[in-house]
């Protein structure tokens, strides 16, 4: 899906996305690996659903698209 891929290579335009995009788990501080599910809250911001692998515990992140490029 090339628009999701638009999407999460402009998250974090400063920085390695891996390092600061990246939550850790708020109950076992494991590293979350990648999002169950994202979506649009506006034009600009995205939220994701993260669920720890190791503990189940699932949460919601959210977003700035600075860089977006629609077109
Ligand atoms: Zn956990």
Same mark, same amino acid.
Not at 38 to 63: P, Q
């Given at each position: 899906?090339p628009?999701l ?6 998250? +974090?335009?400063?920085? $390695?996305?891996? =390092?600061?995009? %990246?939550? *850790? /788990?708020?109950? #076992?501080?494991?590293?979350? &690996?990648?999002?169950?599910?994202? +979506?649009?809250?506006? $034009?600009n911001? =995205?939220?994701? %659903?993260? *669920? /720890?692998?190791? #503990?189940?515990?699932?949460? &919601? ?6 860089r977006?490029?629609?077109?």
């Amino acid at each position: 899906m090339p628009a999701l891929a638009e999407v999460l290579s402009t998250v +974090a335009p400063n920085g $390695d996305p891996r =390092v600061c995009d %990246l939550p *850790t /788990c708020p109950v #076992c501080a494991d590293s979350m &690996v990648a999002a169950e599910a994202s +979506a649009f809250v506006s $034009d600009n911001v =995205v939220s994701y %659903l993260w *669920t /720890c692998d190791t #503990c189940g515990y699932g949460f &919601v992140t959210k977003h700035s698209l600075r860089r977006f490029a629609c077109n």
